[in-house]
């Protein structure tokens, strides 16, 4: 059923490719998700394991690339197209904060404060309004802004799920969510201006030829950091109520604090693009980039 898409025969599969990240992230995934069950300390292994085993398959895709075959993953993606590499990490890398900071909040107010399933989803519904009033002037100010909007997007992101973490902590449980709402709105409007305007500033370089290509494996790259951050948070704060006693509060700041630091490391990447973009680039934008590719990518 798949259509031919070069004049010599239908397009090649790359199974072993499949198989070899599939397998890796499989390895890297399965001890976060059994924390609970102690999953890190009997299956630790599997960590370096799944490491090897996606080298492998980096190995494998260049193979595939130097033969001309088509890759799972083009490796020309992260070392000729400007920009990619360093929007991917980004992404991947708030994602596991972002995606794993809602199951800790709704463990913590239904679990720790007796909240409804909806007054729950009520609680952080500052947080998705601040977002989607933020995504809509974002994608005005990108082109304008560059990189530096991702960058105070991030800084909002930090401070406002930082303040809700604190909040949680120490406020009374029956003024919690009123004192963290203020905190979530910020957090909201900081993650407007991140994953959208990132998507539009990682593919706006790559060629056309690999905007296929670049769109998957971006959203692979997310995925796998939402599913790390919706694994290890929730974990975490199921190890800390058995630590403390079911002390609730303690739990939701140390997990919430947890995926704070993740994002940190993606405003350290977030900041090194910019620095890069001020001083000129590094020269490796790539000549068939077009214009209407860019928007593409604003899309």
Known sequence: LLPRVAPGGPGRLDPVGVTLLGAGILAVMLPLVLAESGGLTKAWWLFPAGALVLVAFARWERRVA???????LEPGLLTETRGYATGAGL???YFVGFSGVWLVFALFFQNGLGYSPLMSGLAVTPFAVGSAVAAAVAGRLVERLGR???VWGLVAVMVGLGATALLLWLAPSDLAAWLAAPALLLGGLGS???ISPNITMTLRDVPVRMAGAAGGALQTGQRLGGAVGTAALP????LTLNATHD???EAVALSVGTGVAAMLCALTVAVRDWHRDRHGGDGNCPPETSHSHTHAGQN
């Open 66 to 72: 130097r033969r001309g075959g088509q890759p799972l």
């Open 91 to 93: 992404a991947a890398l």
């Open 148 to 150: 530096l909007l991702t």
């Open 192 to 194: 407007g201006c991140v």
């Open 235 to 238: 974990g975490l704060f199921y």
């Open 247 to 249: 002390d609730y509060h």
